[in-house]
């Protein structure tokens, strides 16, 4: 039964724990106690009349009993049984009951069981940054380089009792410009692990770049006019983009998204989308590409960057070059990207970089206590022109799509994937690199 018609479970929950007879109940308003209990079991659906004259004589408000009431504490609640340890599973189908019972160890429970996943991601956000981020260990080595220089000056002039006063003067201005060295360096430090949210504590331009992009949704609308437009101009002014790094990947990134534009308009790639979705064929961005004259990798960026439309699903995107690491991320639900360090190596997006210009398909299942399921779709191609005697760039890249959204995706064999090793709980992966320091 659908939760939004459970309005009579939570009615008789909220009298049992009131003590009202159903007789009294249906006394007070108005109605057979026959009639209130078909009501009570779901097989009725009370009117409005009833609904209000049910919350007034029970003395809570009226939306708390209308249908579809409560919903999103119920998906809450389940979300939380499903992150319960095995053994120690509650009584899911009886979420409705508690609820209607107890609704504020109900809402007590639900903000806990997210208040825990929020945590869990911050957790692995910050040991995947303690352990790869390189900007962490210069910032680390210049504390330590200053600290070393304090004391090595302090020693001298603590052990020196005859020293020259010229010499005295020299190691005292010494101290003073380490000691200052020491203090930057730690405040610096200090502001770059005070990262109490996803923004917070940029360590370098390509995070201030993926910072600017969310703002935008990941679509810059002055890019489909198909007129001319001043890149740089876009880019100016922007609270993400502090650096001058930043803002040169912010131009390089909406050159090319500029020309993914002009190569799929959304006039003409837009409807094609929706009918597709809409009717449930089959997904096929080999099919799409060929289409509109286009390569996959541009049809996988310019799906990742477009406007939200609630036909269309989210897609997500990943980009790595020949040597693995990753140089954007288009983040989607339930696909977490490290920022620092190797990701996991059974992504397709590297098995494309094994076989460059041959796309991969694949069903992955991202490991965590809620496994989420996509499809994904990868191609490595040449970037930049073709050359005798140059070194070959190759670029890889990954389309995530929900699972739910591509109708063939359960006839395809599972992947079990991760983010990296060092936060992935899955055991007796033939590709991990170091233990885990998480466990389902």
Known sequence: MPKSALSGTRIRALRTARRIGQADLARLVGVSPSYLNLIEHNRRRASSRVIE???????IPAATLQEGAGDEQLAALRAAAARAQPGAAPEIDRAEEF????????????????????????????????????????????IVSAVTA?????????????????????????????????????????????TSSEEA??????????????????????????????????????AELASVASRQLAEGWLIRARDDARAL???????????????????????????????LARLFRRLATLPVQQTIPRFGLVVCDGSGTITFRRPVDGFQLPRFGG??????????????????RAFVEFSGRLPARFVAHAV?????????????AWESSMLLTPAGAVPDAGSLPTRLVGSNCRVCPRAGCAARREPSIVSV
């Open 343 to 360: 990701a996991c190596p059974l992504w397709p997006l590297y098995e494309a970089l094994l076989q460059q210009g041959r796309p991969v």
């Open 265 to 295: 308009p959304l006039a003409q790639l837009m409807p094609v989308l929706s009918r597709l979705f809409a009717s449930g064929q089959a997904f096929a961005p080999d099919v799409l590409a060929q289409r509109f004259g286009v390569s």
């Open 150 to 194: 304090v004391q090595s000056t302090a020693a001298i002039l603590a052990e020196s009792e005859d020293l020259d006063p010229e010499w005295r003067a020299r190691f005292h201005r010494n101290v003073h410009a380490d000691s200052v060295r020491l203090a930057n360096a730690a405040e610096t430090l200090v502001a770059f692990l005070d």
């Open 99 to 142: 609820a209607g019972r107890f609704p504020g160890w109900a809402a007590l429970l639900a903000h806990l069981a997210a208040h825990s996943e929020m945590q869990e991601r911050i957790v692995e956000r910050l040991s995947d940054r303690m352990a790869h981020d390189p900007n962490l260990s210069a910032s680390l080595h210049e």
């Open 201 to 238: 504590g940029l360590a370098a331009p390509q995070e201030e770049l993926e910072s600017w992009l969310e703002r935008q949704g990941y679509h810059v609308a002055a890019l489909e006019d198909g007129a001319s437009v001043d890149i740089a101009a876009l880019t100016q002014g922007q």
């Open 380 to 392: 490595a191609d040449r970037r930049g022109p073709l050359q005798f005697e140059a070194p070959n």
């Open 53 to 59: 004259a049910i919350a007034e004589a029970l003395q």
